[in-house]
């Protein structure tokens, strides 16, 4: 090979891995830790957000095509069930059950308004 090749194949070698090597950032994001006091929370209160009678839940289903709305058996408290993905829960079974505890709970594929409990 000529030696004016090796020369120029050399450096644009060397040039285009300049071009294309990882430079280093002007602005790196810079992380910081706050730590919190007593007096941050002191107006904040206390809520209960979560189904009021739920207690543990045994069992858990959803309805197949529709990602908001889902079931869930408790323990002490019958069948409750979300249309909001879960933001808020009703009891759909206060005076329809026997028992307090549920066991296992399924959403019917054929006709999504029939629960198997």
């Known amino acids: 090979m000529n030696k004016n090749l090796l020369v120029i194949l050399a450096f644009l070698t060397f040039f285009s891995i300049e071009i294309f090597a990882q430079k ?6 810079k992380t910081s830790v706050s730590t919190f006091k007593a007096d941050d929370f002191k107006s ?3 809520r209960n957000i979560g189904p009021f009678r739920g207690g543990r839940s045994n069992a858990v289903s959803g309805v197949n095509g529709d990602n908001l709305t889902y079931y ?7 069948i409750w069930k979300t249309e909001d993905a ?3 829960w009703r009891n759909i079974t206060d005076g329809f059950l026997k028992s307090g505890s549920v ?3 399924a959403v019917s594929k054929a006709d999504p308004n029939i629960i198997y409990a």
Request: aromatic share 10%; no cysteine.
């Open 24 to 29: 280093k950032k002007k602005n790196p994001i």
């Open 103 to 105: 066991g296992a709970i």
């Open 44 to 46: 904040l209160k206390f």
């Open 86 to 88: 879960g933001v808020s």
């Open 72 to 78: 869930f058996g408790s323990v002490g408290g019958g």
